[in-house]
């Protein structure tokens, strides 16, 4: 039986034409939620924008709050409570959750 995750990776290969590692997952709900789907973006955009992503990700768990939108159309969250010590594998499961309820909430899985 395949995992959420596994179904996840195939729905976005089959979108996209190609695999996508959690960088490039991060850095589509980056896209997604600044909306600004068709811009080029430099390196340190790139780096916001998976920024964007994981503050996205992470408020539904309680640790951030969103603030609203900057004049350029840039999403801002403030800081509830920092996470916890956590070591990598479980920093990666609460990513991996948190991306799969995201695209759950925005009925792609």
Known sequence: MKSDWDILQEKLKQR???EMDIADILFLI??????????KFK?????????????????????????????DG???WKLNELLPAIDAK?????IH???IDYFRKHEFL
């Open 43 to 71: 390196k340190d955009d790139k780096v916001n924008l998976m920024h964007v992503a994981v503050c996205t990700l992470l408020e539904s768990y309680g640790y951030y709050t969103f603030e609203g939108r900057d004049p």
């Open 90 to 94: 479980q920093q990666n499961k609460l």
């Open 97 to 99: 959750e948190a991306v």
């Open 16 to 18: 996209f034409g190609h």
């Open 30 to 39: 980056g896209l997604q939620e600044l909306g600004k789907l068709h811009k």
């Open 74 to 76: 840039w999403p801002h």
